[in-house]
């Protein structure tokens, strides 16, 4: 078969190419891998030809295929740029190019399972691409001076709301899903029944708005729409835009920042008066009602996107199956447990390294202790994000005696003179903990250790003990001993 990756044609237009003997094939436009780079690279390829259309040209385009004739749309946007032609009558992208982009921005679910106009970021996450592009139009209207009221309505709350009223009770929000190959993903199949509102549709929902609002205050003028992409997908050597904070791996902080439920809930039930205005949304005369349903759905919201960090799942991080059958805790749990890795030594600082490295571990742990997975819980990396290892519900192997009484936490690195990154740190001490406590898995005076309280060993080193011991809820040695 050969190894299959990227060649750059033209430093901008990538190609699949099969390295064998008979060299790199040529045709291929149509099997870039779905990610956020390819799209960026796509963008490229549109803001070099002719005259070089403006940022609000590309968008307003590529707006015109995700979104053909959708009222609620150009009810805040207006007509979008007729398809194909840019500024200067050129075409606005060729024809070999029509395909791929149609699968990456029109957002919809084939089957039960397959969700299309979805791409994988190099943070591991997956982004609807329509809803991102709203957003950013939205801010480059408001940039130019124009008058925009709908940031939020386009990007997020039309969403929430239809799905609010029309999902199942259990199914309202996500699933999340995996790529077939994150390496060189192109099928992304979801985890559940869908609901209105997947979690790329909201990933892209609130890059949406955080773009959209950065735009709005910092005209592009000579910048490009790629660069401002490169930049806050992680894809740029020169960083963010506006400092660290403004990066996709840190979306759910910065759009708690702006918004809270009851804000977010007079968004959701003002979108859905515009959708039965336009005649879009049925308008059942019950507002009380529909108040009490928007209301349930925001705090279901709030508990998934903003009080509970992203975890990676399994299938994310290539995991193999589980050898055996898992064995079930009975929940709520009241300890949890701190670990370093030590192997690997090193902090993992991106979602490649943090995904081999779990690989690595899980290896290790199957092969040669011949136990039955990895045996963490939970796995922090160094990159914004939290990896499952044997999650919520199943018994962990990681402190011998303690297994079914508490879940074991493990930051990838050696922390014996040296603490894991700040944000690791937080994600771990208050959005996993809060998480685990407000969906009932933790008990809410639950206790933290040290690996070392439990167990004759120098984890999770000493640095990261010293920090542990000065958070909230940890118990000393003697302590410890009393309560296990």
């Not at 955080?210 to 735009?215: F, S």
């Not at 959005?431 to 009932?440: D, F, P, R, T």
Request: charge should be negative.
């Amino acid at each position: 078969m050969g190894y299959w990756g990227l060649c750059v044609y033209d430093g901008i237009v990538a190609e699949v190419c099969s390295f064998t003997s008979r060299g790199c094939s040529s045709d291929v436009l149509a099997d870039l891998p779905l990610s956020m780079e390819s799209f960026i690279k796509v963008v490229q390829r549109i803001e070099g030809r002719g005259l070089g259309p403006s940022p609000l040209t590309v968008v307003r385009s590529l707006r015109g295929v995700a979104y053909e004739g959708d009222a609620f749309v150009e009810h805040f946007l207006g007509d979008p740029d007729p398809f194909p032609s840019g500024e200067n009558e050129a075409p606005m992208w060729d024809p070999t190019l029509s395909e791929f982009i149609h699968l990456m921005v029109r957002h919809r679910i084939v089957g039960q399972a397959r969700e299309e106009g979805v791409v994988l970021g190099s943070d591991g996450t997956t982004v609807a691409l329509g809803s991102l592009l709203l957003g950013i139009e939205a801010g480059l209207v408001a940039g130019a001076g124009e008058s925009v009221s709908g940031l939020y309505s386009l990007t997020i709350a039309r969403n929430l709301g239809l799905s609010f009223l029309h999902s199942q009770d259990s199914q309202i929000l996500g699933p999340d899903g995996c790529w077939d190959n994150v390496t060189f993903p192109r099928v992304f199949t979801l985890s559940g029944p869908p609901s209105l509102a997947t979690d790329a549709l909201v990933n892209g929902g609130m890059d949406g708005v955080l773009l959209g609002k950065y735009l709005s205050t910092h005209p592009l003028h000579a910048l490009q729409l790629s660069t401002v992409l490169r930049d806050y997908y992680g894809l740029h050597p020169g960083g963010p835009p506006e400092g660290p904070h403004l990066i996709s791996f840190q979306r759910r902080d910065n759009f708690r920042r702006l918004v809270n439920g009851s804000v977010l809930q007079e968004l959701v039930l003002g979108s859905l008066a515009t959708l039965q205005r336009l005649g879009e949304a049925e308008d059942t005369g019950q507002a009380a009602a529909l108040e009490d349903v928007v209301k349930g759905g925001v705090q279901k919201f709030v508990h998934r996107y903003l009080e509970c960090p992203v975890i990676i799942p399994r299938c994310q991080w290539g995991a193999r199956p589980y050898r055996g059958s898992p064995t079930q805790l009975s929940l709520p749990l009241a300890f949890m447990y701190i670990h370093h890795t030590h192997t690997p030594r090193q902090p993992c600082l991106s979602f490649r390294q943090c995904t081999a490295d779990m690989r690595a571990m899980q290896r290790f742990h199957q092969d040669v202790r011949r136990w039955d997975d990895i045996g963490y819980s939970f796995v922090a990396g160094s990159d914004g994000y939290i990896y499952e290892g044997r999650g919520w519900q199943w018994r962990g192997a990681h402190t011998r005696g303690h297994n079914t009484r508490g879940y074991g936490i493990a930051f990838v690195g050696d922390y014996t003179a040296t603490l894991p990154a700040r944000r690791s740190l937080e994600l771990v001490r208050e959005s996993l903990a809060s998480c685990g406590v407000m969906a009932g898995w933790l008990t809410g005076n639950f206790t933290w250790h040290g690996h070392r309280q439990l167990v004759n060993t120098s984890c999770p080193g000493g640095a990261l003990y010293l920090e542990i011991e000065s958070w909230k809820q940890f118990r000393s040695r003697d302590q410890a001993a009393r309560h296990h």
